[in-house]
């Protein structure tokens, strides 16, 4: 299976996996998942880190290489047609990252691990 992971699902993998759910915890040990995380979580893990609001166990760039090395993580780009598909998206959320984050799972029809109920009403498969 395809997944993409939610910032927060990424980062409790990494460094707190009993916030995990054990769904979710199941999902990230099988070795037959595909697991992405959007370039644009890699964009707000380096400003909340920078502006001292999160603290990672390493380096930005080493953490991703660890887990690209561990759990076969695929950094998902974010393409121009990700961008147009958010004019088709409910107003429900106005973060930037988690709305391109959901045209992402729409667009690409991966499920996306994420533990925040705001994704419910969204026409996505949400994973927790």
């Known amino acids: 299976m395809r997944i993409l992971l939610d910032t927060h699902a990424f980062l409790w993998f990494d460094a707190e996996p009993d916030r995990l759910s054990n769904r979710c915890k199941n999902l990230l040990r099988d070795e037959n998942n595909l697991f992405f995380l959007s370039v644009a979580s890699v964009w707000e893990i380096q400003i909340k880190s920078q502006l001292g609001k999160?603290?990672?166990?390493?380096?930005?760039?080493?953490?991703?290489?660890?887990?690209?090395?561990?759990?076969?993580?695929?950094?998902?780009?974010?393409?121009?047609?990700h961008v147009y598909a958010l004019q088709n998206l409910p107003d429900i959320h106005r973060d930037p990252f988690d709305r391109i984050m959901i045209a992402q799972a729409r667009m690409e029809d991966l499920p996306f691990v994420s533990n925040d109920s705001v994704f419910r009403g969204y026409p996505i498969q949400q994973v927790w």
């Open 54 to 81: 999160l603290a990672l166990r390493l380096p930005l760039p080493s953490l991703i290489a660890d887990q690209e090395d561990n759990l076969g993580l695929q950094i998902l780009q974010i393409t121009p047609s």
